[in-house]
C-alpha cells in the first residue's frame, strides 16, 4: 500500500473520530426532549454502524496497515451504511485525502 493511501486512511480515522464526537454531544444534549428520541435513535444506530465499519481500521493503521484487506473494508463500510439506513460518506473523503495528496 502506498503511502498517500495509507495517509488517506488515516484521514479516515480523524473524520471519523469527529463525527463520534459530535454524535455523543448532540445526543446528550436532545435526548432531554423526547420529540428528539427518533433522531437520537437513528444517529446512534449510524454511530454503530460506522463504528462496525471502522473498528478494525484503528489496529491496521498502528501496524503500518500490514495484512489490511481494502477491499474487505469497503465492503464492511457499504454493506453497515445499507444496513443501518446512513449515506456512506467515507468514500468521497476518502478520494478527496488521496486528491490532496497527489496534487
Do not use: C
Amino acid at each position: 500500500m502506498t503511502e498517500q493511501r495509507k495517509r488517506a486512511y488515516s484521514h479516515l480515522l480523524y473524520i471519523y473520530s469527529v463525527q463520534m464526537r459530535g454524535t455523543g454531544f448532540s445526543a446528550f444534549l436532545a435526548i432531554w426532549n423526547p420529540f428528539n428520541w427518533r433522531k437520537i435513535r437513528r444517529d446512534l444506530l449510524m454511530t454503530h454502524g460506522m463504528s462496525d465499519a471502522i473498528h478494525n481500521l484503528a489496529e491496521f493503521a498502528s501496524r503500518d496497515f500490514e495484512g489490511f484487506d481494502e477491499e474487505h473494508f469497503w465492503r464492511d463500510v457499504r454493506s453497515n451504511a445499507e444496513y443501518y439506513g446512513y449515506e456512506e460518506t467515507w468514500r468521497p473523503e476518502f478520494e478527496r485525502a488521496l486528491e490532496v495528496e497527489t496534487a
